[in-house]
């Protein structure tokens, strides 16, 4: 009887240390699952800010690329402009246009800023604007290196206007959209 009466007092004592046992276990187990839960909340949390940050960063490199692009066509029209100005007066006198012309430092900035539309159009996406980049610097040779008679000039010359115009436009648009208005 000595034997169970040890038994019944430890069972009596491992009884009342039950309840409290299983509220330890229930309440380490509610814990580490709230901090399973506050660090999962935490990690997205995390990746959310950085999708953030990566869309920021990417709003601010394809703003300051276009915005570049469009100063950058703005100076391709002026020299385009000077180059067709040089062009017309020598085709105003009936005779046929040769390269010699032009004044070398207008044809190089015009050049230049060819070479420079191309990269700049090609660090951005979407084919509609790197479409519209290619027709504009399309028109711009046309303008210089195609046209032999003053129709001809005059033609190719309105021609780059409009695509101008039109390009001006596109980079405008994806502008607003970059700075967050919704067109």
Same mark, same amino acid.
């Given at each position: 009887?000595?034997?169970?009466?040890?038994?019944? *007092?430890? @069972?009596?004592?491992?009884?009342? =240390?039950?309840? *409290?046992?299983? $509220?330890?276990?229930? $309440?380490?187990?509610?814990?580490?699952?709230?901090?399973? #839960?506050?660090? /999962?909340?935490?990690?997205?949390?995390?990746?959310?800010?950085?999708?953030?940050?990566?869309?920021?960063?990417?709003?601010?490199?394809?703003?300051?690329?276009?915005? %570049?692009?469009?100063?950058?066509?703005?100076?391709?029209? /002026?020299?385009?402009?000077?180059?067709?100005?040089? =062009?017309?007066?020598?085709?105003?006198? $009936?005779?046929?246009?040769?390269? &010699?012309?032009?004044?070398?430092?207008?044809?190089?900035?015009?050049?230049?800023?060819?070479?420079?539309? @191309?990269?700049?159009?090609? %660090?951005?996406?979407?084919?509609?604007?790197?479409? &519209? #980049?290619?027709?504009?610097?399309?028109?711009? /040779?046309?303008?210089?290196?195609?046209?032999?008679?003053?129709?001809?000039?005059?033609? &190719?010359?309105?021609?780059?206007?409009?695509?101008?115009?039109?390009? #001006?436009?596109?980079?405008?648009?994806?502008? %607003?959209?970059?700075?967050?208005?919704?067109?």
């Amino acid at each position: 009887m000595a034997d169970e009466s040890i038994l019944v *007092s430890i @069972l009596d004592s491992v009884a009342s =240390m039950l309840p *409290s046992l299983v $509220g330890t276990l229930i $309440g380490g187990g509610v814990t580490l699952l709230a901090t399973r #839960m506050t660090i /999962r909340h935490q990690n997205e949390l995390e990746d959310k800010k950085r999708r953030l940050t990566l869309e920021d960063d990417w709003r601010q490199y394809e703003r300051e690329n276009l915005t %570049r692009l469009q100063e950058t066509i703005q100076h391709s029209m /002026r020299a385009s402009a000077k180059c067709y100005s040089q =062009m017309l007066e020598y085709a105003a006198t $009936g005779r046929n246009y040769i390269e &010699a012309i032009i004044d070398d430092n207008d044809s190089e900035a015009q050049r230049h800023y060819l070479e420079d539309i @191309l990269l700049l159009s090609a %660090r951005l996406p979407g084919d509609d604007l790197n479409d &519209a #980049m290619t027709l504009y610097r399309e028109k711009t /040779r046309r303008v210089t290196l195609e046209s032999h008679s003053e129709s001809q000039l005059n033609a &190719a010359m309105n021609e780059l206007l409009i695509q101008y115009d039109a390009c #001006m436009a596109l980079v405008g648009q994806r502008l %607003r959209r970059c700075v967050g208005g919704n067109e």
